[in-house]
């Protein structure tokens, strides 16, 4: 079976089970926080995939990886996905949930990346242009440096891509003189 369809479905039933107790912006903030350890932790999920170490701790390491509290959706759905014998899908299923979540409610990824840490007006206002072309979707702000843009900017909304950056004016116009 598709490897995508079964953390698709139980994302879903999460999601679906969150939005009736009222928690599903709790279990949000829950699986974005796992997802991220997921990306940033080495061995993480070496260490969820390997069956010489026991359930309940692999239970414990994802609860406190998430920030959830014992007995919450998050921990029964952890229980019932070891049930199930799909510990092993939990990084998928957290990116699913998340994915599923910015969905519903709206949210938009804005990534901004400069070469050098900007003023935080100049922030603000590279997020009300986003905003005003988003047209009133929620959106959930990231920055970065990067030296390597050497000026500029670039702006990442969702799979967007603007690049501002003299990095890419630079391979631009390279491009055009080679050819």
Known sequence: MNDGLIPNRYAKALYKHACEVGEAAEVYGQMKSMAQCF??????????????IAIDDKERLLLKVSGAQKDGSLDKFIFLVDKHSRITMMHAMALAYVKLYREACGISQVE????????????????????????????????????????????????????????????????????
Request: glycine fraction near 4%.
């Open 112 to 179: 901004i990346v400069t070469a050098c840490e900007l003023p935080e007006k100049q922030i603000k206002e590279i997020t009300a242009t986003v905003e005003k072309y988003l047209d009133g979707r929620s959106l959930e702000i990231s920055t970065s440096i990067d030296p390597d843009l050497i000026g500029g900017f670039v702006v990442k909304v969702d799979s967007v891509i603007l690049d501002a950056s003299v990095k890419n004016e630079l391979k631009k116009l390279r491009l055009k003189l080679l050819s």
């Open 39 to 52: 990306a940033s932790v080495e061995g993480l999920k070496a260490t969820i995939d390997n069956p010489f």
